[in-house]
């Protein structure tokens, strides 16, 4: 079946401009999550959306980072005014809900901002 | 509030050898899982192996299986008869239960060298 996907692959931006990131989750997993990866480093966790809960939003670095989930399914990352430090991949994840359940991940966004 | 450490950044290991990354974490809810992903040079993140914080055995999958030390608070990997295709960045996770809303965090990562 489709696994996750993630649009665009590449983005290429200048400092100051608006960015949306989208995710598309595998059809019936609940739980949906971002993630920030710099280059060589770990995962940053951003936000995570599980069912109708209100999205846990405790990782987002600044207001300038939003995210939305549309009808439990696919979800939206917007960067503000972005920064050259906002330069990243940033991946999608999504899995069933519980304690149980591995992650899908998606290929990832790799942002640069210029 | 949550948090993974591991502690190495890089290891090698002579292939065909056993290897074992450290993972240690810190929680106070009783309930959490344990996972580890694999992520090679094409950046894809593949599952290998979870532990839940009630089982009573050691999680085993193929050549992975996790050393579940409970009171220790660690989740060590270990990796046996090493393959030079085993050479990627390894990323130990936790989920806390119903108090953490079950969200999923990361360590920082250790990156493995196989050697021929």
């Known amino acids: 079946g489709a696994g996750v996907s993630q649009s665009p692959s590449n983005k290429v931006t200048e400092k100051g401009k608006d960015v949306e990131l989208r995710c598309d989750p595998i059809?019936?997993?609940?739980?949906l999550y971002w993630y920030r990866q710099s280059l060589g480093q770990g995962l940053e966790f951003l936000i995570y959306f599980q069912g109708n809960s209100a999205p846990d939003k405790s990782g987002l670095p600044s207001d300038r980072f939003s995210a939305e989930r549309t009808g439990g399914s696919v979800s939206t990352l917007t960067i503000q005014r972005t920064q050259q430090e906002d330069s990243a991949v940033y991946l999608c994840a999504s899995s069933l809900g519980g304690m149980t359940y591995e992650q899908y991940f998606g290929p990832g966004t790799r942002l640069t901002v210029t | 509030a949550q948090k993974i450490t591991q502690t190495q950044p890089g290891m090698f290991v002579q292939e065909k050898e056993a290897v074992t990354l450290d993972c240690t974490y810190d929680t106070s809810d009783p309930s959490y899982g344990l996972f580890w992903y694999k992520q090679p040079s094409s950046g894809e993140m593949i599952f290998l192996i979870y532990q839940g914080s009630y089982d009573q055995q050691n999680a085993t999958e193929g050549r992975y299986s996790l050393n579940f030390q409970k009171a220790r608070k660690s989740a060590n990997l270990v990796i046996s008869a090493s393959q030079l295709g085993d050479s990627a960045m390894y990323f130990c996770?936790?989920?806390?239960?119903?108090?953490?809303?079950?969200?999923?965090?990361f360590g920082a990562g250790t990156r493995l060298f196989v050697k021929a």
């Open positions: 996770a936790m989920r806390e239960g119903r108090n953490g809303g079950f969200k999923t965090i």
């Open positions: 059809s019936g997993h609940t739980a």
